[in-house]
């Protein structure tokens, strides 16, 4: 037998016989195949096409999108050394400036405000993982940038305002003598030369002779330049800032343009010693009060102007001054001695 030949069985010449294939049935079983085939062909290239084959237009967007991430992942990093570096000058803000100059350092609670808590990136979940994560970082990352840099922006202004202030209040303090000479009346109870009873004195007395050139002790505003029956020729300085008023009294010359308001620089001239109001002798009498009008001893602001060994010999050669004086009152009633002062103060 023939192969590929097909038989069938004749129940009426009980033999097989040859079949004959129908020539069209043979061409529509072909049809089916070459159809079929075609059919996963085109499918095979539609999926190729949609994973591998890219027109120029998605190549080109496809390589942009991979330069992008590359940079996003570089911007990230670079944002974290920032972040790591403004971490770095907030730490020695809170050890050195604040420790420094004595003021609060900003709490640690104050400086993690808005760190954690809810997602607020999770827009970024409907990209691909990867992509995602990367963004939410950097996303998170900027965050806390910008919460470090207004904070410490906010630190260093405070910071500054502080430092400038301490400069003026430094600049303001009655810290010098306001003239060259011997203190021979110290701050404090003391025999009134004049009024003959205890009496407070509110400043210190300088031994010079009228006409000696007469300095304010620390920046300021004129608030008085004028005459009184008690401190004579007098100027008072507004040290606003610092907190005090200085007081030079007795002058017998105010300079002409030392007048109220005026600003004056410590080391100033504003006049000259005299004898002018309720005084018995050539003196500069200077006083020290603070904003509420309360008098403070003026010894204690030269202190920052000389050493503690200066500062104790002024102490010690005021005291032998006032002495002197007391026994020079005991064994002369009168004041005839050249160094008997006295003031209204
Ligand atoms: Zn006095």
Wanted: with cysteine; charged share 25%.
């Amino acid at each position: 037998m023939k192969q590929n030949t097909h038989y069938r069985y004749d129940p009426e010449t009980c033999s097989f016989v040859e079949v004959e294939e129908d020539r069209r049935d043979v061409l529509r079983k072909v049809g089916v195949v070459v159809g079929l085939a075609l059919v996963l062909a085109v499918l095979a290239a539609w999926m190729m096409d949609l994973h591998m084959i890219r027109t120029p237009e998605e190549q080109a967007l496809r390589s942009e999108n991979e330069v992008l991430e590359q940079q996003l992942s570089r911007v990230s990093t670079q944002m974290s050394a920032l972040s790591k570096e403004l971490s770095r000058l907030s730490e020695k803000d809170r050890k050195l400036y604040r420790t420094l100059l004595q003021i609060e350092p900003i709490s640690e609670d104050v400086r993690k405000v808005g760190v954690g808590g809810t997602d607020a990136h999770s827009e970024f979940d409907r990209f691909g993982t990867h992509t995602a994560e990367l963004l939410r970082e950097t996303a998170s990352t900027l965050d806390q940038l910008e919460r470090q840099v207004s904070l410490q922006g906010a630190s260093y202004r405070e910071l500054t305002q502080f430092a400038e202030r301490r400069d003026q209040r430094l600049l303001e303090l009655p810290a010098i003598r306001p003239t060259n000479g011997p203190i021979v009346s110290g701050y404090g109870m003391r025999h009134h030369p004049i009024l003959k009873v205890r009496k407070m004195h509110a400043g210190v007395d300088f031994l010079v002779r009228t006409g000696t050139p007469i300095v304010t002790t620390g920046n300021g505003v004129i608030r008085r330049a004028q005459y009184s029956p008690t401190y004579g020729n007098y100027v008072d300085v507004h040290h606003k800032t610092a907190g005090y008023i200085t007081r030079y009294a007795h002058l017998s010359e105010i300079e002409d343009d030392i007048q109220r308001g005026v600003k004056v620089e410590r080391g100033q001239r504003i006049g000259y010693s005299g004898n002018t109001g309720r005084s018995t002798g050539p003196h500069l009498h200077y006083e020290v009060r603070d904003d509420k009008g309360r008098t403070l001893d003026p010894i204690d602001f030269f202190v920052p102007d000389m050493s503690p060994q200066n500062f104790y010999q002024l102490v010690e050669r005021t005291q032998q001054y006032q002495n002197r004086f007391a026994s020079a009152e005991k064994s002369d009633k009168e004041t005839s001695s050249g160094f008997s002062l006295s003031s209204g103060g």
